[in-house]
Nanobody, 124 residues
Framework: VQLQAYGGGLVQAGGSLRLSCAVSGGTFSSYAMGWFRQAPGKEREFVAA????????YYADSVKGRFTISRDNAKNTVTLQMNRLKPEDTAVYYCAADRTTGRPIVNLISYDYWGQGTLVTVSS
């Protein structure tokens, strides 16, 4: 199973970015998917997750109301729409797949497959 994250870039505070993650191999429609991020000098942290069907989502408090996770099982992609970005959102963003639970999971050790990351930089 391979995950390819893309869509990162440089944006001003208050702006928007849309990250996508394309998944190949495996059975994407059965995986719960998550987005995590890692800022320089910090540990990787949970951002958002979505169940296999898309019916359930979960967000970190720091992004709730600003970010939206969605998925398209026909296209094997998961998307993170990020609005009202803040400088503290600057990080490398990673998508991940959980092949076991099917529901949104916060704990990163539950995820089996990871993408390579895409850098998001928010300038003040």
């Amino acid at each position: 199973v391979q995950l390819q994250a893309y869509g990162g870039g440089l944006v001003q505070a208050g702006g928007s970015l849309r990250l996508s993650c394309a998944v190949s191999g495996g059975t994407f429609s059965s995986y719960a998917m998550g987005w995590f991020r890692q800022a320089p000098g910090k540990e990787r942290e949970f951002v958002a997750a979505i169940s296999w069907s898309g019916a359930s989502t979960y967000y970190a408090d720091s992004v709730k109301g600003r970010f939206t996770i969605s998925r398209d099982n026909a296209k094997n992609t998961v998307t993170l729409q990020m609005n009202r970005l803040k400088p503290e959102d600057t990080a490398v963003y990673y998508c991940a797949a959980d092949r076991t639970t099917g529901r949104p999971i916060v704990n990163l050790i539950s995820y089996d497959y990871w993408g390579q990351g895409t850098l998001v930089t928010v300038s003040s």
